[in-house]
């Protein structure tokens, strides 16, 4: 029954490494997001896609690559992770382009050693 | 930098106080909203106010908007244990939904 999943809650690998982070939701939206929450809480957005096309990149190091495979479901690709990449991402969706309310999921908290 | 800017960033407070934060931007916006975080948890909305609107309830939350002071102010009204979360402000100026950095609340039982 939830809204927004995203799957792992928890990510802990080696500096250098490649890894995902899927996202889905069951609730219809046309758009989907992801955002970077830092130690120190501050939250920012990274991509937004609707309905499968990128509609913003947020000046993200390229080693992050978003893929939409449908509306529903919006993954998050990082080659070559770095010491700084050590974040919890949110994934999140609304009914229209941005501006109306976010629907968040519980968040990867990604911890690169 | 961030769009919002939550005030006070830490905030403790007895059970049945109120409980104020505030929220200051930089630009015009379409609307302003607040989101909840628990510990460990995704946010939740808890209310949007639109750049034409003064004030907003919903149960124990009280939000106003000043446009030409260009900040936003939640209240709690008596207070809970169970409040005790991350409280966030986010400004839709556009095309997407911009942060502040939260202001944390701690409810005392």
């Known amino acids: 029954d939830t809204a927004v999943s995203q799957t792992p809650k928890y990510l802990v690998t080696q500096m250098g490494n490649d890894k995902s982070i899927k996202c889905e939701q069951n609730l219809g939206h046309d758009t989907m997001y992801w955002y970077k929450q830092d130690s120190k809480k501050f939250l920012k957005i990274m991509f937004s896609?609707?309905?499968?096309?990128?509609?913003i990149n947020e000046t993200v190091p390229n080693r992050f690559s978003p893929k939409s495979p449908d509306k529903a479901h919006l993954n998050l690709h990082i080659n070559s992770l770095e010491l700084g990449d050590s974040a919890v991402y949110f994934c999140?969706?609304?009914?229209?382009?941005?501006?109306?309310?976010?629907?968040f999921g519980s968040g990867t908290q990604l911890s690169v050693l | 930098s961030q769009q919002g800017e939550e005030d006070p960033q830490a905030l403790s407070i007895q059970e049945g106080e109120n409980a104020t934060m505030n929220c200051s931007y930089k630009?015009?916006?379409?609307?302003l909203q607040w989101y909840r975080q628990n510990s460990g948890r995704g946010l939740v909305h808890l209310i949007l106010i639109r750049s034409n609107e003064r004030e907003k309830h919903s149960g124990r939350l009280r939000v106003t908007l000043d446009t030409s002071k260009k900040s936003s102010s939640l209240l709690i009204t008596a207070s809970r244990a169970a409040d005790t979360a991350s409280y966030f402000c986010?400004?839709?100026?556009?095309?997407?939904?911009?942060f502040g950095g939260g202001t944390r609340l701690m409810v005392k039982p």
């Open positions: 630009t015009s916006i379409n609307n």
């Open positions: 986010a400004t839709d100026a556009g095309n997407m939904l911009t």
């Open positions: 999140a969706s609304s009914g229209n382009r941005g501006g109306e309310k976010l629907f």
């Open positions: 896609y609707n309905n499968k096309e990128l509609i």
